[in-house]
């Protein structure tokens, strides 16, 4: 099974507001780059969405080390919550969880890959969130 680094980020410009997400993809020596955004979205959505286009670029199932700033994305894996979401349908006593549709198409892409989820500082010392940051800040521009 290959082995994948993958560095993800979701920025926002206002919450909501224009959003834009980052991925930075590496195999061996080859290095991936990759952005996108939405003019009305979250953080949280965009954190995600770097997390899932990224896991979605791979063509064959990895062994993934994927690193993000977002407590939400790996706390949610980490900590198990997403679990409970499922068994639940997405509907807490609290309250719907939020961005279910994401979730969801998160779902078939952690059975597919063995994907471990780090949590990094972000804005920190790490060359490759920060890369991530500048490319979701570059995608907010874009518009």
Not at 46 to 60: D, G, H, Q, R, S
Not at 92 to 110: H, M, S
Request: aromatic content about 8%.
């Amino acid at each position: 099974m290959k082995k994948v680094d993958i560095y993800t980020d979701g920025a926002c410009s206002g919450n909501p507001g224009p959003g834009g997400w980052g991925a930075v993809l590496m195999y061996g020596a080859k290095k991936r780059e990759m952005s996108g955004g939405d003019h009305a979205t979250t953080n949280n959505r965009m954190e995600l969405l770097a997390v899932i286009t990224a896991l979605e670029t791979l063509t064959e199932p990895c062994e993934v080390a994927l690193y993000s700033d977002s407590q939400y994305v790996t706390n949610a894996i980490n900590k198990r919550w997403l679990d409970g979401w499922v068994k639940v349908n997405f509907h807490r006593k609290t309250g719907d969880v939020k961005n279910p549709d994401l979730w969801r198409r998160l779902l078939p892409l952690i059975e597919r890959h063995r994907v471990t989820f780090i949590w990094v500082k972000g804005h920190a010392e790490n060359e490759y969130n920060n890369r991530c940051d500048e490319l979701a800040r570059a995608a907010i521009e874009r518009g």
